[in-house]
């Protein structure tokens, strides 16, 4: 799987918009790209994922570059509610044979959100 | 609907034994993973069923195994428990739709190796 950096950490205020970055310049054409997070004490949880084009939803959006080397994951209006470990991850379906195949965690953001 | 269920919550056991751990997906979903959380190693991958085959497997000894059951709940053992296997074992599971493998965490189970 291709690669992806994220920065340690990141601090924020709270009813703040949060950006957190991820490159992955090695990424190929049919990787998609997913974001989860991980609260403290719990498993991980899907927040949002995305192939070419900006998404969407109730969680958060996602900006992907035009040259996809690089994407952002925007929490509109953070609460104390959203600290946790962000983690950038690159699923190739084609390539594992389509499907849900083990996801690559790396590092991740910790994500701190001042009140 | 429910969400993915595992069992026990926590575990203590000592070198040598084995263990075994419980996942029961969200109703519909066929695909299981599980993975180890570790303070030093982060979230490693083990090993996805599928249809009661594993279709992937990530770089874990053999003492690691599972099962997928035809109701598509899975175990994991881990056999010959050493201190390194002290650990968060999560399961995840997801409809497995290519293109779109959105995983749903459980809880974990808590192993304690001493």
């Known amino acids: 799987d291709a690669k992806t950096t994220q920065p340690n950490s990141m601090e924020s205020n709270e009813e703040e918009p949060v950006h957190l970055p991820c490159n992955h310049s090695?990424?190929?054409?049919?990787?998609?790209i997913h974001w989860y997070r991980q609260l403290p004490s719990q498993g991980p949880e899907y927040v949002i994922h995305?192939?070419?084009s900006n998404v969407n939803n109730r969680m958060a959006s996602l900006a992907i570059a035009e040259d996809r080397k690089s994407s952002t994951l925007i929490l509109h209006r953070a609460t104390l509610r959203d600290a946790a470990v962000y983690y950038c991850?690159?699923?190739?379906?084609?390539?594992?044979?389509?499907?849900?195949?083990?996801?690559?965690f790396g590092k991740g953001t910790h994500l701190i959100i001042q009140p | 609907k429910a969400g993915v269920t595992q069992t026990p919550r926590y575990l203590i056991k000592t070198r040598g034994q084995q263990v075994t751990l419980s996942c029961s997906p969200i109703?519909?979903?066929?695909?299981v993973s599980w993975y180890q959380q570790t303070p030093g190693q982060g979230l490693q991958f083990l090993f996805e069923?599928?249809?009661?085959?594993?279709?992937n497997k990530g770089n874990f000894p053999g003492r690691f195994s599972g099962r997928q059951f035809s109701n598509s709940r899975s175990e994991m053992n881990v056999s010959t428990l050493e201190l390194g296997d002290s650990a968060l074992y999560l399961c995840?599971?997801?409809?497995?739709?290519?293109?779109?493998?959105?995983?749903?965490f459980g809880p974990g189970t808590r192993l304690t190796v001493l």
């Open positions: 995840a599971s997801s409809l497995p739709i290519a293109g779109d493998n959105e995983q749903f």
């Open positions: 090695t990424i190929s054409g049919t990787d998609y």
């Open positions: 109703s519909g979903h066929r695909s």
């Open positions: 995305g192939l070419t």
């Open positions: 069923y599928f249809s009661e085959t594993q279709r």
């Open positions: 991850i690159l699923r190739d379906p084609v390539r594992t044979g389509g499907g849900a195949d083990g996801l690559t």
